[in-house]
């Protein structure tokens, strides 16, 4: 069974903080995608990264996708009140195969103080 | 923008009984997925279908059905509710392979006493 943990799994910080997300496996990924899933709503996605050693930059969120497509981070800069939300990362399980059938994370719940 | 449409946001079954949940999207996806959420566990997948009819097991079948009987349309099915179903229920779907992201439903919290 394909295992993606995220660390941590609970981050509570003060606006303007920076702030670095983890999502690790022993298996190779063809793709990585980033979700934001605030309460009560289902996960929207952020970014997807494919290439290993590839940056992403969405405003002040940095994505980058390791160079052996097995792990990936997320790096928060000057975080927000508006960054409040569980980040989950999902690994597409089925390389070239007929469907996407993603692996997700456990998730890292992120709290930002004013 | 595809949307993806669960009948219900919060239920409340009792044990024993059989629960339907509904999923329709609104953008001709061929694929459909159901996964449950439970607090530690992140988000698990039940079933998912690749087409009208088609259905395959996800890591967690067990206690579960679904059906597709048409393309817009994928139905989770509880035979007999148990406690340990208490969850919460999401809906995506997604076009095909490649590096589009799903699109989910906004859930169902099921509660089953």
């Known amino acids: 069974t394909q295992l993606l943990e995220q660390s941590p799994q609970f981050l509570s910080i003060q606006e303007g903080e920076n702030l670095t997300v983890y999502c690790n496996s022993s298996?190779?990924?063809?793709?990585l995608q980033w979700y934001r899933q605030e309460p009560g709503e289902g996960p929207v996605l952020l970014v997807t990264v494919v290439t290993g050693g590839e940056v992403k930059k969405l405003k002040r969120l940095t994505f980058q996708f390791g160079d052996a497509r097995k792990d990936s981070s997320l790096h928060i800069t000057a975080a927000q009140p508006g960054d409040t939300g569980l980040y989950l990362c999902?690994?597409?399980?089925?390389?070239?195969?007929?469907?996407?059938?993603?692996?997700f994370g456990t998730g890292t719940l992120l709290a930002v103080q004013p | 923008d595809v949307k993806v449409t669960q009948s219900s946001r919060y239920l409340v079954k009792r044990t024993g009984e059989k629960v339907f949940l509904e999923c329709v999207q609104d953008?001709?996806?061929?694929?459909m997925f159901w996964y449950r959420q439970d607090p530690g566990l992140g988000l698990r997948l039940i079933y998912f279908?690749?087409?009208?009819?088609?259905?395959e097991k996800g890591d967690i079948p067990e206690g579960y059905s679904v059906s597709r009987e048409k393309k817009e349309r994928f139905s989770l099915i509880l035979e007999s509710a148990s406690t340990n179903q208490t969850s919460m229920y999401l809906c995506?779907?997604?076009?095909?392979?490649?590096?589009?992201?799903?699109?989910f439903g906004s859930g169902t919290r099921l509660t089953v006493v």
């Open positions: 999902a690994g597409d399980a089925k390389y070239g195969g007929a469907t996407n059938k993603l692996i």
């Open positions: 953008m001709d996806h061929e694929n």
């Open positions: 995506a779907s997604i076009t095909g392979p490649g590096t589009d992201g799903y699109t």
């Open positions: 298996s190779v990924f063809s793709s």
């Open positions: 279908s690749y087409d009208v009819k088609m259905k």
